[in-house]
């Protein structure tokens, strides 16, 4: 686990001042573990890298392919930018009108080509009504959407900002430190329907992770 933190650190460009035994034990790395040396070259290169864990396998290899296949898409919005997202616009969505949105303004590097500096809180500040057919809110509650009147304003907006049966996604940790405020509670999230995924038949997919990823399943 470790090792994958520090690759983790190293791709978002966050990684702390080497010292002389962590710069000999990056470059070992690079010389004798392949699979690191490739994601990091792909990584400079711009080339897809993914995030090697259950919840983002299913992500990207069942949940993604079915959205993109939706007959008449037109339109993602994508929440929440990181090393690990830069390349699902081109990857699953290139011909969708695909944006992304995310508070701190360093997340642009791995932004979508369509971006917004901004919270879900103001989403109706830079969307209109009706104006997304997909949307992912991918580990951003329990990340941020942490507060009560964040969440109602948040999923509110969502809702509004979807298309008529237009798909939502909300992804979260079903762990107590990722909860902090009990979904069941969210009287905003009542305004959609839940859906029954058909790839994994299930409203609610939550992986086989130590923190519980959950994937829940909505549509307008």
């Known amino acids: 686990m470790a090792t994958k933190a520090r690759e983790a650190e190293i791709l978002r460009g966050n990684a702390r001042l080497p010292t002389a035994a962590s710069t000999k034990g990056s470059l070992k790395r690079l010389l004798t573990e392949p699979d690191f040396t490739v994601r990091v070259l792909r ?3 711009h080339l897809p890298v993914r995030m090697e864990t259950e919840d983002r396998r299913i992500l990207e290899d069942m949940i993604f392919p079915y959205y993109a296949a939706l007959p008449g898409l037109r339109s993602v919005l994508f929440v929440g930018c990181d090393w690990y997202t830069r390349h699902y616009e081109r990857t699953y969505f290139r011909g969708a009108d695909y944006w992304t949105i995310d508070l701190a303004p360093r997340a642009r590097r791995f932004a979508g080509r369509r971006h917004v500096v901004g919270s879900l809180e103001r989403l109706d500040e830079f969307f209109p009504e009706r104006r997304f057919d997909v949307i992912v809110c991918n580990g951003v509650y329990g990340f941020g959407l942490d507060e009560r009147q964040q ?6 907006l ?10 939502f996604l909300l992804g979260w940790d079903d762990i107590p430190a990722r909860t902090p405020v009990p979904l069941s509670e969210i009287a905003s999230l009542r305004l ?12 609610r997919y939550v992986t086989d992770t130590p923190y519980r990823h ?5 549509r307008k």
Do not use: I, K, M, N
């Open 43 to 45: 990584y400079v290169l």
């Open 151 to 156: 969440c109602e304003r948040a999923f509110e």
């Open 158 to 167: 969502c809702h509004s900002r979807l298309a008529d049966g237009g798909h």
């Open 192 to 203: 959609f329907r839940t859906f029954p995924f058909p790839p994994l038949g299930v409203c």
């Open 214 to 218: 959950t994937y829940d399943f909505y």
